[in-house]
Protein backbone atom coordinates (compact mmCIF):
# COMPACT_ATOMS: atom_id res chain seq x y z
CA UNK A 1 0.00 0.00 0.00
CA UNK A 2 1.62 3.28 -1.03
CA UNK A 3 1.94 6.36 0.84
CA UNK A 4 1.19 9.34 -1.77
CA UNK A 5 0.99 12.00 0.96
CA UNK A 6 3.81 15.05 1.73
CA UNK A 7 4.59 18.26 2.75
CA UNK A 8 4.75 21.69 0.76
CA UNK A 9 6.19 24.73 2.47
CA UNK A 10 4.93 23.19 5.81
CA UNK A 11 1.39 22.47 4.19
CA UNK A 12 0.42 18.59 4.62
CA UNK A 13 -0.42 16.84 1.48
CA UNK A 14 -2.61 14.10 1.02
CA UNK A 15 -0.14 13.76 -2.52
CA UNK A 16 2.47 16.04 -3.95
CA UNK A 17 0.06 17.04 -7.18
CA UNK A 18 -0.77 20.17 -7.10
CA UNK A 19 -3.62 22.14 -9.58
CA UNK A 20 -2.03 24.96 -10.71
CA UNK A 21 -2.99 28.42 -11.05
CA UNK A 22 -4.87 28.90 -14.22
CA UNK A 23 -8.75 29.52 -14.97
CA UNK A 24 -9.98 26.19 -14.00
CA UNK A 25 -8.98 27.10 -10.41
CA UNK A 26 -10.48 30.15 -10.53
CA UNK A 27 -13.97 28.88 -9.03
CA UNK A 28 -15.02 26.98 -6.38
CA UNK A 29 -16.79 24.48 -7.69
CA UNK A 30 -13.91 23.26 -10.31
CA UNK A 31 -11.72 23.44 -7.13
CA UNK A 32 -13.67 21.14 -5.38
CA UNK A 33 -13.55 18.50 -8.19
CA UNK A 34 -9.91 18.95 -8.07
CA UNK A 35 -10.13 18.18 -4.41
CA UNK A 36 -12.61 15.04 -4.80
CA UNK A 37 -10.11 13.75 -7.65
CA UNK A 38 -6.90 13.73 -5.10
CA UNK A 39 -4.99 17.46 -5.69
CA UNK A 40 -3.11 17.56 -2.74
CA UNK A 41 -3.39 21.14 -3.00
CA UNK A 42 -4.87 24.19 -5.33
CA UNK A 43 -3.57 27.22 -6.42
CA UNK A 44 -6.43 29.52 -7.19
CA UNK A 45 -5.71 31.91 -10.54
CA UNK A 46 -3.79 34.54 -9.89
CA UNK A 47 -5.57 37.99 -9.02
CA UNK A 48 -3.26 40.66 -11.58
CA UNK A 49 -1.63 43.37 -10.28
CA UNK A 50 -3.50 45.53 -12.84
CA UNK A 51 -7.04 44.29 -11.26
CA UNK A 52 -5.94 45.76 -7.74
CA UNK A 53 -5.14 48.75 -9.19
CA UNK A 54 -8.05 49.38 -11.47
CA UNK A 55 -11.72 47.60 -12.42
CA UNK A 56 -11.45 45.18 -14.87
CA UNK A 57 -12.82 47.19 -17.55
CA UNK A 58 -10.03 50.06 -17.14
CA UNK A 59 -7.36 47.24 -17.33
CA UNK A 60 -8.56 46.32 -20.26
CA UNK A 61 -8.82 49.59 -21.98
CA UNK A 62 -5.29 50.47 -21.02
CA UNK A 63 -4.07 47.15 -22.45
CA UNK A 64 -5.72 47.43 -25.28
CA UNK A 65 -4.43 51.17 -26.10
CA UNK A 66 -0.59 49.92 -25.04
CA UNK A 67 0.34 47.76 -27.44
CA UNK A 68 0.48 44.90 -25.72
CA UNK A 69 -1.23 42.19 -27.07
CA UNK A 70 0.81 39.71 -25.19
CA UNK A 71 -0.42 40.63 -21.92
CA UNK A 72 -3.74 41.06 -22.77
CA UNK A 73 -4.28 37.43 -24.31
CA UNK A 74 -2.72 35.82 -21.08
CA UNK A 75 -5.18 38.15 -19.20
CA UNK A 76 -7.99 37.49 -21.14
CA UNK A 77 -7.34 34.21 -21.54
CA UNK A 78 -7.90 34.23 -17.35
CA UNK A 79 -10.77 34.20 -15.43
CA UNK A 80 -9.51 36.10 -12.39
CA UNK A 81 -9.42 38.87 -15.29
CA UNK A 82 -12.96 39.08 -15.05
CA UNK A 83 -13.57 39.62 -11.38
CA UNK A 84 -12.17 42.45 -8.96
CA UNK A 85 -10.30 42.00 -6.09
CA UNK A 86 -12.70 41.49 -3.27
CA UNK A 87 -14.47 39.07 -5.36
CA UNK A 88 -10.82 37.33 -5.43
CA UNK A 89 -11.09 37.32 -1.68
CA UNK A 90 -14.53 35.57 -1.44
CA UNK A 91 -13.25 32.85 -3.90
CA UNK A 92 -10.68 32.26 -0.45
CA UNK A 93 -13.01 32.24 1.90
CA UNK A 94 -15.65 30.20 -0.14
CA UNK A 95 -12.48 28.05 -1.30
CA UNK A 96 -11.41 27.45 2.26
CA UNK A 97 -14.82 26.58 4.36
CA UNK A 98 -15.89 23.78 0.98
CA UNK A 99 -12.48 22.41 0.56
CA UNK A 100 -10.03 20.57 3.10
CA UNK A 101 -6.99 20.69 0.72
CA UNK A 102 -4.44 24.00 1.06
CA UNK A 103 -5.92 26.69 -0.89
CA UNK A 104 -2.81 28.59 -2.09
CA UNK A 105 -3.64 32.26 -3.52
CA UNK A 106 -1.42 33.52 -6.74
CA UNK A 107 -0.23 37.16 -7.06
CA UNK A 108 0.86 38.29 -10.54
CA UNK A 109 2.79 41.52 -9.63
CA UNK A 110 5.24 43.29 -12.11
CA UNK A 111 5.97 46.31 -9.49
CA UNK A 112 6.48 46.90 -5.54
CA UNK A 113 4.20 49.19 -5.16
CA UNK A 114 0.33 48.44 -4.78
CA UNK A 115 0.62 44.97 -3.74
CA UNK A 116 2.00 44.57 0.09
CA UNK A 117 -1.18 45.66 1.59
CA UNK A 118 -3.45 43.44 -0.80
CA UNK A 119 -1.39 40.52 -0.30
CA UNK A 120 -2.33 41.03 3.79
CA UNK A 121 -5.71 41.03 2.56
CA UNK A 122 -5.01 37.53 1.32
CA UNK A 123 -3.85 36.59 4.31
CA UNK A 124 -6.50 37.51 6.56
CA UNK A 125 -9.08 36.23 3.84
CA UNK A 126 -7.83 32.46 5.24
CA UNK A 127 -5.21 31.24 2.01
CA UNK A 128 -3.27 28.71 2.96
CA UNK A 129 -0.12 29.85 1.30
CA UNK A 130 0.53 32.79 -1.44
CA UNK A 131 2.11 32.25 -4.59
CA UNK A 132 4.13 35.16 -6.35
CA UNK A 133 3.71 34.57 -10.03
CA UNK A 134 6.51 36.86 -11.59
CA UNK A 135 5.04 36.78 -15.06
CA UNK A 136 7.13 39.74 -16.89
CA UNK A 137 8.73 39.54 -20.21
CA UNK A 138 12.05 42.33 -19.80
CA UNK A 139 12.27 44.02 -23.19
CA UNK A 140 13.38 47.32 -22.24
CA UNK A 141 16.64 47.54 -23.93
CA UNK A 142 18.14 49.91 -21.12
CA UNK A 143 17.66 47.36 -18.91
CA UNK A 144 20.48 45.25 -18.23
CA UNK A 145 20.00 41.86 -16.73
CA UNK A 146 21.46 42.89 -13.35
CA UNK A 147 18.52 45.07 -12.99
CA UNK A 148 15.92 42.78 -14.13
CA UNK A 149 17.20 40.89 -11.32
CA UNK A 150 16.84 43.18 -8.78
CA UNK A 151 13.52 44.60 -9.61
CA UNK A 152 12.02 40.98 -9.42
CA UNK A 153 14.49 40.42 -5.88
CA UNK A 154 12.61 43.45 -4.68
CA UNK A 155 8.88 42.17 -5.85
CA UNK A 156 9.54 39.46 -3.38
CA UNK A 157 11.57 41.28 -0.59
CA UNK A 158 8.50 43.47 -0.65
CA UNK A 159 6.37 40.58 1.14
CA UNK A 160 8.02 37.55 2.16
CA UNK A 161 8.65 38.10 5.56
CA UNK A 162 5.59 40.70 5.83
CA UNK A 163 2.94 37.84 6.27
CA UNK A 164 2.66 34.82 8.68
CA UNK A 165 1.44 32.36 5.66
CA UNK A 166 4.27 30.96 3.61
CA UNK A 167 5.38 32.66 0.26
CA UNK A 168 6.46 30.73 -2.70
CA UNK A 169 7.89 32.31 -5.90
CA UNK A 170 6.87 31.06 -9.27
CA UNK A 171 9.36 32.55 -11.78
CA UNK A 172 10.28 31.56 -15.75
CA UNK A 173 13.48 30.24 -16.43
CA UNK A 174 15.19 33.11 -18.76
CA UNK A 175 17.25 34.53 -15.76
CA UNK A 176 21.31 35.05 -17.78
CA UNK A 177 22.44 33.09 -14.23
CA UNK A 178 19.44 31.45 -13.30
CA UNK A 179 21.33 29.66 -10.65
CA UNK A 180 22.32 32.72 -9.17
CA UNK A 181 19.36 34.23 -9.11
CA UNK A 182 17.22 31.42 -7.35
CA UNK A 183 19.89 31.21 -5.31
CA UNK A 184 19.72 34.89 -4.20
CA UNK A 185 15.78 34.53 -4.37
CA UNK A 186 15.67 31.76 -1.32
CA UNK A 187 17.78 34.01 0.59
CA UNK A 188 14.64 36.15 0.95
CA UNK A 189 12.97 34.39 3.31
CA UNK A 190 10.89 32.59 0.89
CA UNK A 191 9.45 29.07 1.48
CA UNK A 192 9.05 27.25 -1.66
CA UNK A 193 10.06 28.34 -5.49
CA UNK A 194 7.63 27.23 -8.58
CA UNK A 195 10.15 25.96 -11.31
CA UNK A 196 8.78 27.07 -14.30
CA UNK A 197 6.28 29.28 -15.33
CA UNK A 198 5.39 28.82 -19.22
CA UNK A 199 4.82 31.90 -20.78
CA UNK A 200 2.05 32.42 -23.41
CA UNK A 201 3.93 32.24 -26.64
CA UNK A 202 2.16 35.08 -29.55
CA UNK A 203 0.73 33.58 -32.32
CA UNK A 204 0.66 35.26 -35.67
CA UNK A 205 -2.10 35.20 -38.19
CA UNK A 206 -0.71 35.09 -41.35
CA UNK A 207 -4.05 36.09 -43.28
CA UNK A 208 -5.34 38.79 -41.24
CA UNK A 209 -2.01 40.37 -40.62
CA UNK A 210 -2.23 40.12 -36.73
CA UNK A 211 -1.82 38.57 -33.62
CA UNK A 212 -4.30 35.14 -32.67
CA UNK A 213 -5.36 35.54 -29.72
CA UNK A 214 -5.74 31.60 -27.47
CA UNK A 215 -4.39 29.79 -25.03
CA UNK A 216 -1.73 27.18 -26.14
CA UNK A 217 -0.85 24.27 -23.99
CA UNK A 218 2.13 22.53 -22.85
CA UNK A 219 3.01 19.11 -24.11
CA UNK A 220 5.08 16.25 -21.95
CA UNK A 221 8.65 16.99 -23.79
CA UNK A 222 8.23 20.43 -22.28
CA UNK A 223 9.28 18.58 -18.90
CA UNK A 224 12.81 18.34 -19.50
CA UNK A 225 13.38 21.96 -18.74
CA UNK A 226 11.93 22.42 -15.19
CA UNK A 227 13.45 18.86 -14.50
CA UNK A 228 17.20 19.33 -15.40
CA UNK A 229 17.01 22.56 -13.52
CA UNK A 230 15.64 20.89 -10.23
CA UNK A 231 18.03 18.14 -10.71
CA UNK A 232 20.86 20.82 -10.77
CA UNK A 233 19.71 22.79 -7.91
CA UNK A 234 17.89 20.76 -5.59
CA UNK A 235 21.74 20.59 -3.46
CA UNK A 236 22.01 23.88 -3.55
CA UNK A 237 18.77 25.48 -2.07
CA UNK A 238 17.57 25.00 0.96
CA UNK A 239 13.36 25.94 0.50
CA UNK A 240 11.39 23.68 -1.05
CA UNK A 241 11.02 23.15 -4.82
CA UNK A 242 7.61 22.54 -6.70
CA UNK A 243 7.35 21.79 -10.46
CA UNK A 244 5.15 22.92 -13.26
CA UNK A 245 5.36 22.83 -16.99
CA UNK A 246 4.71 19.48 -18.98
CA UNK A 247 3.07 17.40 -16.63
CA UNK A 248 0.59 15.32 -18.67
CA UNK A 249 0.85 12.08 -16.84
CA UNK A 250 2.72 10.10 -13.82
CA UNK A 251 6.13 10.00 -15.91
CA UNK A 252 6.01 13.49 -16.04
CA UNK A 253 5.13 14.15 -12.01
CA UNK A 254 7.95 10.90 -10.75
CA UNK A 255 10.68 12.56 -12.75
CA UNK A 256 9.59 15.46 -11.32
CA UNK A 257 10.15 14.55 -7.36
CA UNK A 258 12.87 12.28 -8.65
CA UNK A 259 14.61 15.28 -9.53
CA UNK A 260 13.65 16.85 -6.33
CA UNK A 261 10.57 18.66 -6.15
CA UNK A 262 8.28 18.66 -3.17
CA UNK A 263 5.39 18.90 -5.31
CA UNK A 264 3.99 18.78 -8.92
CA UNK A 265 1.40 20.83 -10.71
CA UNK A 266 -0.67 20.08 -13.30
CA UNK A 267 -2.12 22.67 -15.43
CA UNK A 268 -2.64 22.43 -19.04
CA UNK A 269 -3.30 18.48 -18.91
CA UNK A 270 -6.55 20.00 -17.19
CA UNK A 271 -7.78 21.25 -20.10
CA UNK A 272 -7.82 17.83 -21.89
CA UNK A 273 -10.88 16.26 -22.27
CA UNK A 274 -10.33 13.92 -19.16
CA UNK A 275 -9.98 17.28 -17.14
CA UNK A 276 -10.05 16.43 -13.26
CA UNK A 277 -10.04 13.48 -13.61
CA UNK A 278 -6.09 13.83 -14.60
CA UNK A 279 -5.44 14.14 -11.24
CA UNK A 280 -6.76 10.71 -10.56
CA UNK A 281 -5.11 8.94 -13.65
CA UNK A 282 -1.77 10.31 -12.56
CA UNK A 283 -1.81 9.26 -8.69
CA UNK A 284 -3.11 6.03 -9.98
CA UNK A 285 0.04 5.89 -12.14
CA UNK A 286 2.49 6.64 -9.62
CA UNK A 287 1.63 4.35 -6.94
CA UNK A 288 1.52 1.70 -9.55
CA UNK A 289 4.56 2.81 -10.07
CA UNK A 290 5.97 2.92 -6.34
CA UNK A 291 4.78 -0.87 -5.89
CA UNK A 292 6.86 -1.90 -8.82
CA UNK A 293 9.64 0.14 -7.32
CA UNK A 294 9.35 -0.62 -3.75
CA UNK A 295 8.76 2.89 -2.72
CA UNK A 296 6.41 2.98 0.29
CA UNK A 297 5.85 6.66 0.35
CA UNK A 298 7.44 9.72 -1.64
CA UNK A 299 10.70 9.72 0.37
CA UNK A 300 11.41 6.98 -0.33
CA UNK A 301 12.73 8.24 -3.75
CA UNK A 302 12.13 11.79 -3.91
CA UNK A 303 15.17 13.61 -5.03
CA UNK A 304 17.23 10.47 -5.26
CA UNK A 305 18.75 11.69 -9.44
CA UNK A 306 19.24 14.99 -7.90
CA UNK A 307 22.53 16.37 -8.78
CA UNK A 308 24.99 15.68 -5.47
CA UNK A 309 26.22 18.64 -4.42
CA UNK A 310 30.01 17.78 -4.60
CA UNK A 311 31.43 15.49 -6.99
CA UNK A 312 30.43 13.33 -10.35
CA UNK A 313 27.22 15.35 -11.56
CA UNK A 314 24.69 12.85 -13.10
CA UNK A 315 24.68 14.30 -16.24
CA UNK A 316 21.67 17.22 -16.04
CA UNK A 317 24.10 19.66 -17.08
CA UNK A 318 26.58 19.05 -20.41
CA UNK A 319 28.04 15.38 -19.36
CA UNK A 320 24.88 13.78 -21.03
CA UNK A 321 25.18 16.03 -24.04
CA UNK A 322 28.93 15.04 -24.43
CA UNK A 323 28.51 11.35 -23.67
CA UNK A 324 25.61 11.19 -26.43
CA UNK A 325 27.32 12.76 -29.17
CA UNK A 326 30.67 10.38 -28.54
CA UNK A 327 28.65 7.69 -28.29
CA UNK A 328 26.92 8.36 -31.64
CA UNK A 329 29.80 8.83 -33.12
CA UNK A 330 31.41 4.88 -32.24
C1 LIG B 1 -5.13 28.93 -19.53
C2 LIG B 1 -4.01 29.12 -18.58
C3 LIG B 1 -4.10 30.08 -17.60
C4 LIG B 1 -3.05 30.28 -16.71
N1 LIG B 1 -3.17 31.22 -15.74
C5 LIG B 1 -2.16 31.37 -14.84
C6 LIG B 1 -2.29 32.28 -13.78
O1 LIG B 1 -3.30 32.97 -13.60
N2 LIG B 1 -1.26 32.38 -12.91
C7 LIG B 1 -0.12 31.63 -13.02
O2 LIG B 1 0.79 31.75 -12.17
N3 LIG B 1 0.02 30.75 -14.03
C8 LIG B 1 -0.95 30.61 -14.92
N4 LIG B 1 -0.81 29.70 -15.92
C9 LIG B 1 0.42 28.90 -15.99
C10 LIG B 1 0.24 27.52 -15.35
O3 LIG B 1 -0.05 27.59 -13.97
C11 LIG B 1 1.49 26.63 -15.51
O4 LIG B 1 2.55 27.16 -14.74
C12 LIG B 1 1.95 26.50 -16.95
O5 LIG B 1 0.87 26.36 -17.83
C13 LIG B 1 2.89 25.31 -17.10
O6 LIG B 1 2.30 24.13 -16.60
P1 LIG B 1 1.57 23.05 -17.58
O7 LIG B 1 2.61 22.56 -18.51
O8 LIG B 1 1.08 21.98 -16.62
O9 LIG B 1 0.48 23.78 -18.27
C14 LIG B 1 -1.86 29.49 -16.82
C15 LIG B 1 -1.79 28.51 -17.81
C16 LIG B 1 -2.83 28.31 -18.69
C17 LIG B 1 -2.72 27.24 -19.73
Known amino acids: MT ?11 VSPLMAGSSTITGTVRKLKSLEDAGAGAVVLGSIFEEQVRAEV ?12 PEAYDYIRADYPMQIGPEKYLDTIRQAKALLRIPVIASL ?12 RKIEQAGAD ?20 EQRHLN ?26 FIKRLTALDVQAVVMFNRFFQPEID ?3 LKL ?28 DIAMTTGVHGAEGAIKGLLAGANAVQVCSALYTPAGAGVIGDILKGMSAWMDRHDFGCIADFRGSLAEPAEGAGRGFARAQYVKDLLGRRE
Open 57 to 68: SDMVAVLETQDN
Open 108 to 119: NCTTRDHWISYA
Open 129 to 148: ALELNVYDIPHDPAEDAAAV
Open 206 to 208: IEK
Open 155 to 180: LVAGVSGELRIPVAVKIGPHYTSLAN
Open 3 to 13: DLSTTYMGLKL
Open 212 to 239: KSGINLSHAEDSGLPVRWIALLRGLIPC
